[in-house]
């Protein structure tokens, strides 16, 4: 029996592995990791995972060891190997909050430094060394920017270096180490990236864009609830114009012709606003309930 195709399909090591681990999941796919091993399991033949630093994905994409890895966009710039790689997807996730990650230039609160131009024969300390060289050169700065290894912010608490470029999300550790944020660099975002190569092959191609297709269902649901109501005949043109859907709000007869059945899809913010509302216009045994997928 010959073996089954099999995709090499790279999976974030570190503080993205758990929210991808979980969005997977929610996307149909079970991966199990080991601690000791770099190799996950997967509850899908055609899918080797392997498990990497997001900081070295996009070489191992371009050179044709993965087919196909979920890695950062910072990542991708940082190895220059945006040319190298076909872009699938865009995902809307991180490790802790629906914010997109930004790296940002940080000084202490009483730095004189306020702007990159004052960063003129300074010492940066980075994990993103080269976008930060390139950054500098495109606005005429010379500084000197070393290799961060971790800890980066508190290398200039310390009075190590002058300035960092850290990656934050809502910036609250930054402010818990009374550091100042002095200008946005880059906002990155996960991305599902393939080998163009890879992508010439038809049964590659198809299962990564089922990957693509599964994954955004699953984040686009997260922000959609299901909601389900009974309302009175004579109060339906109210709750239609009410109601926003994704398409049109279903509406069922019930038994009693005196009242139909409605349900539809909504964004979760709207939710607390629109239950009130909806219980004044007249509707009754209003439900809400979490989605898997939207597609």
């Known amino acids: 029996m010959n073996a089954p195709n099999q995709l090499k399909l790279g999976i974030p090591k570190g503080s993205l ?6 969005l997977f999941a929610q996307a149909g796919w079970s991966i199990g990791i ?18 990497m630093r997001p900081q070295e994905m996009a070489l191992y994409v371009a050179d044709g060891t993965l087919d196909a890895a979920l890695t950062g966009w910072d990542w991708i710039i940082e190895r220059d190997c945006q040319d190298q790689i076909t872009d699938v997807a865009t995902l809307e996730y991180s490790k802790s909050s629906n914010q997109p990650c930004r790296w940002v230039l940080v ?3 009483n730095s004189p430094i306020q702007s ?16 930060t060289r390139r950054y500098l050169e495109e606005r005429g700065v010379k500084a000197e920017v070393i290799f961060s290894w971790g800890a980066t912010e508190a290398k200039v608490v310390e009075g190590l270096v002058d300035a960092v470029v850290e990656i934050t999300e809502t910036g609250s550790t930054l402010r818990a180490h009374r550091l100042r944020i002095v200008e946005e660099l880059l906002v990155t975002r996960t991305k599902l990236i393939a080998n163009p190569q890879a992508m010439q092959v038809s049964w590659k191609r198809e299962k990564i864009d089922q990957i693509a297709l599964l994954l955004k269902a699953a984040l686009d649901a997260r922000h959609k609830v299901l909601l389900k109501m009974n309302v009175p005949t004579h109060n339906l043109d109210g709750i239609m114009s009410i109601l926003p859907s994704l398409t049109s709000p279903t509406v069922n007869p019930l038994l009693d012709d005196r009242w139909r059945a409605v349900e539809t899809v909504v964004d979760r913010s709207m939710v607390r606003d629109l239950l009130p509302k909806l219980k004044e216009a007249g509707a009754t045994g209003i439900l809400e309930f979490d989605l898997k997928k939207v597609v």
């Open 34 to 51: 080991n601690a000791r091993n770099y190799f996950p399991t997967v509850d899908d033949p055609s899918l080797i995972c392997k498990l």
């Open 17 to 22: 592995e758990k929210a991808t681990v979980e």
């Open 116 to 131: 990159v131009q004052d960063l003129q024969g300074k010492r940066i300390a980075t994990e993103l060394q080269n976008f």
């Open 107 to 109: 000084a202490p609160e």
